[in-house]
């Protein structure tokens, strides 16, 4: 009889384990999903997915803090639309795999000459200067790999000097090539003054001669995004442990090519509803537990940093914030950001870590303003970021699919997460 209750709780603890599972999976699905669009600006992908999040929270049984969920705001936002045509020397790029278009770029439709100015021409201002009138009407080549053992003073320059060619209105330039080893994308609030295509540098002909270039731009004002907040009351009602994470990614790149984004972060919104699954359906925590899925965050913390200047209820009322992005593997561990700020938070983190045996290390990191923590962080909250470590390290880029998530220690980090927010 007892080895016949043994079993009955090892398989209810693996029935258990698998729909943990199974729920993290659908969500990650469904968000990478191409009716989210990569959960951008342009056609409205991250509000699609908003509305899906809500959806979540309402069956699972959050309160809200107002009539529904949504904390809504304004941004401005650039995105390509349309069919994108990229030529180098009569070869057709193909884009997402050969190359990206930079997400601040206008309109252009054009061919254009190309230079190529060398890492001394470039690092050395007085000698740029002089050289900028042979810019006119070209397109200007910058081979990021010859900068690869640069010190991050120059690296820094280079990177100034990337902006200043993109967005000054007074220079004769009609836009920059940029040469690169691993393609990665970002968004963008803003629209520059001329076109940023970057290529694989293994892609590109020796000798890059010309270009023609087909993009179109969207450019949005007045865009409305918003976080989703819902929460579950604690036995002390008015304190708060705060779970958080943003749900926007990339979006689309013209008609044809999203960015996915399941590790990031797909993978932290996976988790933030969990928790709040499994929580809502425990006995009532110490503390109310806040769950905010941050819009705007691939523009700047946009989200997060409205949020924090629009609070709705006191910063003061929060006991511990955790900022959950990048979660999808974890075989080496993770990585707990201002855990050298929180010692003791830290330390409490690594003893539940051991005397559950969950994650191969929790590592410690010290204060980084990277993510939805930060402005938090500055007034005073005290706040973790947590990503975890080791597998594909596919970021910002067209294959960060579902599918090539591991998951694989998953269940241990939602352990160690449940345990910290109830102990």
């Not at 990177?159 to 060619?165: K, V, Y």
């Amino acid at each position: 009889m007892r080895y016949f209750l043994i079993v009955i709780c090892l398989l209810q603890s693996i029935s258990s384990y698998s729909q943990d599972m199974e729920y993290a999976r659908s969500i990650v699905d469904t968000l990478c999903s191409p009716h989210f669009d990569g959960r951008g600006y342009y056609d409205n992908g991250e509000r699609r997915a908003a509305a899906f999040l809500s959806k979540e929270y309402e069956q699972i049984g959050l309160k809200s803090f107002g009539d529904n969920y949504l904390q809504e705001f304004k941004l401005t936002s650039n995105s390509i639309k349309g069919k994108i045509r990229l030529v180098v020397n009569g070869k057709k790029m193909v884009p997402g795999i050969d190359c990206l278009i930079d997400p601040s770029a206008p309109s252009y439709n054009g061919s254009s000459k190309v230079i190529y100015l060398d890492k001394d021409e470039m690092l050395n201002l007085d000698k740029f200067k002089r050289l900028l009138p042979m810019l006119a009407n070209k397109f200007l080549i910058i081979d990021q790999t010859e900068f690869k053992e640069e010190t991050g003073a120059n690296k820094k320059q280079l990177n100034d000097l990337l902006l200043f060619l993109k967005f000054s209105p007074d220079i004769q330039l009609n836009g920059v090539i940029e040469l690169v080893e691993k393609l990665t994308s970002t968004a963008s609030q803003f629209q520059a003054k001329r076109p940023h295509v970057v290529i694989l540098k293994e892609k590109t002909p020796k000798k890059l001669k010309k270009l023609e270039l087909a993009i179109e731009n969207v450019y949005d004002e007045d865009y409305q995004s918003q976080n989703v907040v819902g929460w579950i009351e604690g036995v002390v009602k008015d304190s708060f442990v705060m779970v958080v994470g943003h749900y926007d990614h990339l979006g689309r790149m013209g008609d044809d090519i999203y960015f996915p984004g399941a590790n990031d972060n797909a993978s932290g919104i996976a988790m933030i509803l969990s928790l709040a699954k499994e929580l809502a359906q425990g006995e009532k925590p110490k503390y109310s537990v806040v769950f905010i899925c941050f819009g705007a965050e691939e523009c700047g913390l946009v989200g997060s940093k409205y949020y924090s200047e629009n609070p709705l209820f006191p910063l003061a009322q929060i006991k511990f914030l955790l900022n959950l992005d990048i979660l999808g593997t974890g075989d080496d561990g993770i990585q707990v950001v201002n855990g050298s700020v929180h010692k003791d938070d830290f330390n409490r983190l690594v003893e539940i870590n051991k005397e559950k045996d969950l994650l191969k290390e929790v590592k410690r990191r010290g204060k980084a303003c990277i993510s939805d923590h930060c402005f938090f962080s500055e007034q005073g909250v005290p706040s973790f970021y947590i990503y975890t470590l080791g597998g594909a390290g596919h970021y910002h880029d067209v294959n960060d699919h579902a599918e090539n998530l591991t998951l694989r220690e998953y269940n241990d980090l939602f352990r160690l997460l449940r345990t910290f927010i109830l102990d």
